[in-house]
T-cell receptor
Framework: DTAVSQTPKYLVTQMGNDKSIKCEQNLGHDTMYWYKQDSKKFLKIMFSYNNKELIINETVPNRFSPKSPDKAHLNLHINSLELGDSAVYFC??????????????FGPGTRLTVL | RKEVEQDPGPFNVPEGATVAFNCTYSNSASQSFFWYRQDCRKEPKLLMSVYSSGNEDGRFTAQLNRASQYISLLIRDSKLSDSATYLCVVSRSMEYGNKLVFGAGTILRVKS
């Protein structure tokens, strides 16, 4: 009964390729997020969606395009992959956007390696 | 300067020890504060929220000093299973909702 799931868990690909990562949450939450955790372990928000609507876009290159077909799913498509895109990508969800103590639940992460 | 700063450690402590982590944040508009725990190659999970009055959850005590923009986490009677990276997290209110900003984490290794 995984609350937030991501596929694939590992992704190894060549520079220049296009790849997608899928995320699903079964918590009934309204808000979903994508985070990137680089080799220095900083976890940085990339995007957030609330009820399928884009809310946060943190100056991420436009090679990254999130898509939310419904509020339980938030996928991340990456075009023309670069070496610097190698990182762990975490999907997360929260009940909604507001609330000062709104806990975020994270998926297991997708470890992307670009060769 | 990073918005949330933590000593990266590692803190190497024996079982049963008491260990304290500190964190400072630079944005005085930060509203809410948390400690998340991240095990090696796993996702972050909420450990506890941090309230101005200080709060305790079993062996864990969190404190917040808004004037100094400082957050702490105290772990008493450390267990081997406490070994992990502890992430200090602040929440900022934006026009569209709240945004979490993560520190880089403090590594704790508890040894027998």
């Amino acid at each position: 009964d995984t609350a937030v799931s991501q596929t694939p868990k590992y992704l190894v690909t060549q520079m220049g390729n296009d790849k997608s990562i899928k995320c699903e949450q079964n918590l009934g939450h309204d808000t979903m997020y994508w985070y990137k955790q680089d080799s220095k372990k900083f976890l940085k928000i990339m995007f957030s969606y609330n009820n399928k609507e884009l809310i946060i876009n943190e100056t991420v290159p436009n090679r990254f395009s999130p898509k939310s077909p419904d509020k339980a799913h938030l996928n991340l498509h990456i075009n023309s992959l670069e070496l610097g895109d190698s990182a762990v990508y975490f999907c997360a969800s929260s009940q909604d956007l507001g609330g000062p103590h709104n806990e975020q639940f994270f998926g297991p992460g997708t470890r992307l390696t670009v060769l | 300067r990073k918005e949330v700063e933590q000593d990266p450690g590692p803190f190497n402590v024996p079982e049963g020890a008491t260990v304290a982590f500190n964190c400072t944040y630079s944005n005085s508009a930060s509203q809410s504060f948390f400690w998340y725990r991240q095990d090696c190659r796993k996702e972050p999970k909420l450990l506890m929220s941090v309230y101005s009055s200080g709060n305790e959850d079993g062996r864990f005590t969190a404190q917040l000093n808004r004037a100094s923009q400082y957050i702490s986490l105290l772990i008493r009677d450390s267990k081997l299973s406490d070994s992990a990276t502890y992430l200090c997290v602040v929440s900022r209110s934006m026009e569209y909702g709240n945004k979490l900003v993560f520190g880089a984490g403090t590594i704790l290794r508890v040894k027998s």
